[in-house]
């Protein structure tokens, strides 16, 4: 099959070569960690192997779904956990079949926060002091009353996420993408309109982040800078976990990210403002992208032609996929060859088939 545009591989910039780091990639097209819910009582499954590999290329980078680092860290039904040996012998197979294929495999660690069902141990480490009912939030039928964290509780949550990058490093992954985005924990201790605290960790932009950057340095020093990200959703609203000047947020943290030397920073775009919404806005990444000294990635609403001129205008290092990559198994061959996409089914991206909507998308070779 050829390109239809008759573009040779090398005159495409979604699939030139990157050094990140010490790692090597074949092509600038990420897998973004999406959220699954098919790893049954918070332990992956071998279902995975298949789901993770199918989306493999030699030199690709790939981000797991988000991985909770305690019991205390879950808030969704069945997403997998990295805190518990049974879990990291789990992740064993999985991080080998992508290794198998030379891909380049980076678990994302999470806490969840305030966003708990009631049907999750979460709500025993929440940020916020009052009852809310967020409205935006769909997948779960109530939300615990949350409170904030004791200045004494957050060290504690602190070494959750310090022991379960080393975790992540015993199961094999490459290295680790501490979630500070969408609305979860490290972003509501961020976001001036949801942290009210009046202590070292609320009150002005340094002490919101402080405590992200407190696991920022244990990661780093437990696991080594080169194997350490950090996503970053400045201008989002998820979760009602909005900031008043979030160009200055994007900032300050791309900035102090610099302190710690690490592999990179994944940003999400100012038009992803809500979950699953586009939208049209005047706010840019590029300051954060000429500000942070590693690598620079990019997410939200993608495509190939917005993509490669992303690429082209020196606007990021290499761009994140999610929706396009769940449906395409096989995106950056078809961004070669430039041929039409699988449309994704949203009413598959939550349920618990091991093959529903998972590992059933069909490759180009396939449809033939």
Same mark, same amino acid.
């Given at each position: 099959?050829?390109?239809? *545009?008759?573009?040779?591989?090398?005159?495409?910039?979604?699939?030139?070569?990157?050094?990140?780091?010490?790692?090597?990639?074949?092509?600038?097209?990420?897998?973004?960690?999406?959220?699954?819910?098919?790893?049954?009582?918070?332990?992956? @499954?071998?279902?995975?192997?298949?789901?993770?590999? @199918? +989306?493999?290329?030699?030199?690709?980078?790939?981000?797991?779904?988000?991985?909770?680092?305690?019991?205390?860290?879950?808030? %969704?039904?069945? #997403?997998?956990?990295?805190?518990?040996?049974?879990?990291?012998?789990?992740?064993?197979?999985?991080?080998?079949?992508?290794?198998?294929?030379?891909?380049? /495999?980076?678990?994302?660690?999470?806490?969840?926060?305030?966003?708990?069902?009631?049907?999750?141990?979460?709500? !025993?480490?929440?940020?916020?002091?009052?009852?809310?009912?967020? *409205?935006?939030?769909? +997948?779960?039928?109530?939300?615990?009353?949350? +409170? =904030?964290? #004791?200045?004494?509780?957050?060290?504690?949550?602190?070494?959750?996420?310090?022991?379960?990058?080393?975790?992540?490093?015993?199961?094999?992954?490459?290295?680790?993408?501490?979630?500070?985005?969408?609305?979860?924990?490290?972003?509501?201790?961020?976001?001036?309109?949801?942290?009210? =605290?009046?202590?070292? %960790?609320?009150?002005?932009?340094?002490? =919101?982040?402080? /405590?992200?950057?407190?696991?920022?340095?244990?990661?780093?020093?437990?696991?080594?800078?080169? =194997?350490?990200?950090?996503?970053?959703?400045? /201008?989002?609203?998820?979760?009602?976990?909005?900031? !008043?000047?979030?160009?200055?947020?994007?900032?300050?943290?791309?900035?102090?990210?610099?302190?710690?030397?690490? !592999? %990179?920073?994944?940003?999400?775009?100012?038009?992803?403002?809500?979950?699953a919404e586009k939208v049209e806005s005047p706010e840019s990444l590029i300051p954060m992208r000429k500000a942070f000294k590693g690598t620079f990635l990019v997410a939200g609403g993608y495509d190939r032609g917005d993509g490669n001129k992303a690429l082209l205008d020196d606007q990021t290092d290499l761009v994140v996929y999610g929706r396009l990559f769940l449906a395409n198994p096989d995106l950056p061959k078809?961004?070669?060859?430039?041929?039409?996409?699988?449309?994704?089914?949203?009413?598959?991206?939550?349920?618990?088939?091991?093959?529903?909507?998972?590992?059933?998308?069909?490759?180009?070779? #396939?449809?033939?």
């Amino acid at each position: 099959m050829e390109n239809k *545009s008759g573009e040779g591989k090398q005159d495409i910039p979604l699939l030139s070569p990157y050094k990140m780091g010490n790692f090597q990639l074949s092509h600038r097209v990420v897998l973004a960690p999406l959220t699954r819910q098919r790893s049954y009582g918070n332990v992956p @499954q071998p279902h995975a192997n298949l789901y993770y590999s @199918q +989306r493999t290329t030699k030199g690709g980078l790939l981000i797991a779904e988000a991985t909770g680092v305690s019991d205390t860290a879950q808030g %969704y039904t069945d #997403t997998p956990g990295i805190w518990t040996k049974e879990q990291v012998e789990a992740w064993k197979p999985i991080v080998n079949a992508v290794n198998a294929k030379g891909g380049i /495999f980076f678990c994302q660690i999470w806490h969840v926060g305030r966003v708990s069902s009631t049907a999750q141990w979460a709500g !025993s480490y929440l940020l916020h002091r009052q009852a809310i009912n967020i *409205s935006n939030w769909t +997948r779960c039928c109530r939300i615990y009353p949350p +409170r =904030r964290l #004791t200045t004494d509780e957050i060290p504690h949550i602190v070494t959750d996420f310090w022991l379960a990058a080393r975790n992540a490093i015993e199961a094999g992954f490459d290295g680790v993408e501490i979630h500070g985005a969408h609305g979860y924990l490290i972003d509501q201790f961020m976001k001036d309109q949801v942290n009210d =605290r009046t202590d070292q %960790y609320g009150g002005s932009l340094e002490n =919101r982040c402080r /405590f992200a950057l407190e696991i920022v340095e244990a990661v780093v020093n437990e696991i080594g800078a080169d =194997r350490v990200g950090f996503r970053l959703s400045p /201008f989002a609203d998820y979760m009602e976990s909005g900031d !008043s000047n979030p160009s200055a947020l994007g900032l300050y943290m791309a900035e102090s990210l610099n302190k710690y030397g690490i !592999s %990179y920073c994944h940003m999400v775009e100012p038009r992803m403002k809500t979950l699953a919404e586009k939208v049209e806005s005047p706010e840019s990444l590029i300051p954060m992208r000429k500000a942070f000294k590693g690598t620079f990635l990019v997410a939200g609403g993608y495509d190939r032609g917005d993509g490669n001129k992303a690429l082209l205008d020196d606007q990021t290092d290499l761009v994140v996929y999610g929706r396009l990559f769940l449906a395409n198994p096989d995106l950056p061959k078809r961004f070669e060859l430039d041929v039409p996409l699988n449309k994704h089914n949203r009413e598959t991206f939550y349920i618990s088939d091991p093959v529903v909507g998972y590992t059933d998308y069909p490759f180009l070779e #396939t449809m033939a």
